[in-house]
């Protein structure tokens, strides 16, 4: 594809802001190919001495099974073009004034808010969730760079004096360069969780977003171009991570990484990065989340409306979201009166192709598949959904559909209770009392999030404060305010981000000493 097939192809991808267009487009444009975007301006990755093939990853339409796009799987000779533009980039950028650096942010928030349409559409097909869904995601990406152009507006340090002798205060400097990971789930709001403080607080960046879900960055970073960001303050690139992703965070230029995704590839980055003592660290990783149901909240006039918030924190996004809770765990008085009700709620509110979209890819099918096909073997009653089945070339283009599942009876020690599936898939479990809820709860490599359904003011503090976990909802389930901490313990992860949070990530603090005499 030359260059004027390319621009072409840019321009149509932004004319479609309905489903409907942007069916017409693929429907002759098919696959569309995407460029990464460096020094402010796009460009094909270009083979090398080292790197003779770029090499291209085929990236499929999780609704249909077909073909959508061809991303370039970014070489490390490309990489580092990309660290070291980001790395010119940063003595200019750091010394930008903050009002400036937040009239940049507040003019991509404007962009993404009249182009939000289109980002949503396209979000819903490179990923598969609904469109409505999507119209969620585009809207808390505008407000992570509209909350960012604020926040260093009105920053506070701190100062302290030894009596006679000395003042002291803290001085915060921007970090450097950034290599800004993000995960397939929530592509552009996560993508935008990173790029934004990052920019905020005077660094600059390469994010790289996933290899299975790229359209979004790709047309973020044309917005980046509307909105006049100086040339190499972020850079896009694309490509899978044993390629890209690894060279990326392992480059001595680098001097810290932001990255959201599974705990395997956390553990590979905390590897990687071992010898770089000097590298800032937040890994964002996998959960196992627990919702702890109890009696007192299968109250006649609460039932409805816990079954309710127990279901839309399982199965929202097709349970692919790294907070939703998919261990139910159920106060045993009340177990079998909320597995009925659960079950039959999840049977008429969650329906495939209305509210619940498809699963991201072929791979991820298979892999929740698998998960179904050890239940089934382990004897595991299956209350509502099944076994999927298995997919071939031939009616692979059928999509990655999979019907919300409702499990009981799994063992403790079961994969099915310990282990990420990231799927529309949910066991539910009984337990005896408090404490017992805590302790299955706590039963868990993971420590990201956890729900705690109940009418006694009491029992919301105290089981609260004892769960292992980094995020806690009472009766409600993903609000947020950004300024609060945001990050687990245990496997799901190191590092806080949100408000200050994210200040600590982007900014190195120094204490200034001045005397008193």
Same mark, same amino acid.
């Given at each position: 594809?030359? /260059?004027?097939?390319?621009?072409?192809?840019?321009?149509?991808?932004?004319?479609?802001?309905?489903?409907?267009?942007?069916?017409?487009?693929?429907?002759?444009?098919?696959?569309?190919?995407?460029?990464?975007?460096?020094?402010?301006?796009? &460009?094909?990755?270009?083979?090398?001495?080292?790197?003779?093939?770029?090499?291209?990853?085929?990236?499929?339409?999780?609704?249909?099974?077909?073909?959508? @796009?061809?991303?370039?799987?970014?070489?490390?000779?490309?990489?580092?073009?990309?660290?070291?533009?980001?790395?010119?980039?940063?003595?200019?950028?750091?010394?930008?004034?903050?009002?400036?650096?937040?009239?940049?942010?507040?003019?991509?928030?404007?962009?993404?808010?009249? &182009?939000?349409?289109?980002?949503?559409?396209?979000? /819903?097909?490179?990923?598969?969730?609904?469109? @409505?869904?999507?119209?969620?995601?585009?809207?808390?990406?505008?407000?992570?760079?509209?909350?960012?152009?604020?926040?260093?507006?009105?920053?506070?340090?701190?100062?302290?004096?030894?009596?006679?002798?000395?003042?002291?205060?803290?001085?915060?400097?921007?970090?450097?360069?950034?290599?800004?990971?993000?995960?397939?789930?929530?592509?552009?709001?996560?993508?935008?969780?990173?790029?934004?403080?990052?920019?905020?607080?005077?660094?600059?960046?390469?994010?790289?977003?996933?290899?299975?879900?790229?359209?979004?960055?790709?047309?973020?970073?044309?917005?980046?171009?509307?909105?006049?960001?100086?040339?190499?303050?972020? !850079?896009?690139?694309?490509?899978?991570?044993?390629?890209?992703?690894?060279?990326?965070?392992?480059?001595?230029?680098? !001097?810290?990484?932001?990255?959201?995704?599974?705990?395997?590839?956390?553990?590979?980055?905390?590897?990687?990065?071992?010898?770089?003592?000097?590298?800032?660290?937040?890994?964002?990783?996998?959960?196992?989340?627990?919702?702890?149901?109890?009696?007192?909240?299968?109250?006649?006039?609460?039932?409805?409306?816990?079954?309710?918030?127990? @279901?839309?924190?399982?199965?929202?996004?097709?349970?692919?979201?790294?907070?939703?809770?998919?261990?139910?765990?159920?106060?045993?008085?009340?177990?079998?009166?909320?597995?009925?009700?659960?079950?039959?709620?999840?049977?008429?509110?969650?329906?495939?192709?209305?509210?619940?979209?498809?699963?991201?890819?072929?791979? &991820?099918?298979?892999?929740?598949?698998?998960?179904?096909?050890?239940?089934?073997?382990?004897?595991?009653?299956? !209350?509502?959904?099944?076994?999927?089945?298995?997919?071939?070339? &031939?009616?692979?283009?059928?999509?990655?559909?999979?019907?919300?599942?409702?499990?009981?009876?799994?063992?403790?020690?079961?994969?099915?209770?310990?282990?990420?599936?990231?799927?529309?898939?949910?066991?539910? /479990?009984?337990?005896?009392?408090?404490?017992?809820?805590?302790?299955?709860? !706590?039963?868990?490599?993971?420590?990201?999030?956890?729900?705690?359904?109940?009418?006694?003011?009491?029992?919301?503090?105290?089981?609260?404060?004892?769960?292992?976990?980094?995020?806690?909802?009472?009766?409600?389930?993903?609000?947020?305010?950004?300024?609060?901490?945001?990050?687990?313990?245990?496997?799901?992860?190191?590092?806080?981000?949100?408000?200050?949070?994210?200040?600590?990530?982007?900014?190195?603090?120094?204490?200034?000493?001045?005397?008193?005499?």
């Amino acid at each position: 594809m030359n /260059s004027t097939d390319q621009d072409n192809m840019a321009d149509a991808i932004w004319a479609c802001n309905t489903l409907e267009k942007a069916s017409s487009i693929l429907s002759s444009r098919r696959p569309l190919r995407l460029q990464n975007f460096v020094s402010g301006n796009f &460009h094909t990755p270009s083979a090398s001495s080292s790197s003779p093939d770029i090499g291209y990853i085929d990236s499929y339409e999780p609704k249909t099974g077909k073909l959508l @796009a061809r991303v370039p799987c970014t070489q490390p000779d490309g990489v580092e073009t990309a660290i070291r533009a980001a790395q010119d980039a940063f003595p200019a950028w750091s010394k930008t004034p903050r009002s400036e650096r937040s009239r940049y942010l507040r003019r991509v928030s404007e962009l993404l808010q009249e &182009h939000r349409e289109l980002f949503a559409v396209w979000e /819903s097909i490179d990923q598969g969730k609904t469109l @409505a869904r999507a119209r969620v995601e585009v809207d808390r990406a505008i407000a992570n760079f509209a909350y960012f152009s604020t926040y260093i507006l009105h920053e506070q340090t701190a100062a302290r004096t030894v009596d006679g002798v000395a003042l002291t205060y803290e001085h915060r400097s921007p970090a450097g360069v950034f290599a800004l990971i993000s995960p397939w789930n929530m592509p552009l709001y996560l993508l935008t969780w990173k790029i934004a403080p990052c920019l905020a607080f005077g660094c600059t960046a390469v994010a790289k977003p996933s290899e299975v879900t790229s359209i979004s960055a790709f047309l973020l970073a044309a917005l980046f171009q509307k909105a006049g960001l100086p040339s190499g303050v972020i !850079n896009i690139i694309f490509g899978d991570g044993p390629t890209t992703g690894a060279a990326l965070v392992a480059s001595a230029l680098v !001097n810290g990484v932001s990255f959201t995704g599974g705990t395997q590839t956390g553990i590979a980055i905390r590897r990687s990065t071992a010898s770089h003592i000097y590298k800032h660290m937040s890994l964002e990783l996998g959960g196992k989340n627990p919702t702890l149901v109890f009696a007192d909240a299968m109250a006649e006039d609460k039932r409805e409306r816990t079954v309710s918030l127990a @279901a839309t924190a399982a199965f929202e996004n097709q349970g692919e979201i790294c907070l939703c809770g998919s261990r139910i765990y159920v106060e045993k008085a009340v177990y079998s009166d909320f597995v009925l009700e659960f079950t039959e709620h999840v049977r008429k509110t969650w329906v495939v192709e209305v509210n619940v979209g498809a699963v991201v890819s072929r791979q &991820h099918y298979d892999k929740i598949r698998g998960y179904l096909k050890l239940a089934d073997q382990e004897g595991v009653k299956f !209350n509502l959904g099944g076994v999927p089945p298995e997919l071939s070339d &031939h009616d692979d283009a059928s999509g990655y559909w999979i019907i919300p599942t409702v499990l009981t009876e799994a063992p403790s020690d079961s994969a099915l209770v310990r282990e990420e599936i990231f799927g529309p898939v949910v066991t539910i /479990s009984p337990f005896e009392d408090e404490n017992d809820a805590v302790r299955l709860a !706590n039963d868990s490599d993971y420590g990201l999030a956890a729900i705690v359904v109940t009418a006694d003011g009491g029992r919301m503090r105290r089981v609260s404060e004892r769960l292992e976990t980094g995020l806690v909802w009472v009766n409600s389930w993903l609000v947020r305010e950004l300024g609060t901490p945001f990050g687990g313990v245990k496997n799901s992860g190191v590092g806080r981000e949100g408000g200050e949070y994210s200040r600590d990530v982007f900014t190195v603090v120094k204490t200034v000493h001045l005397p008193s005499f």
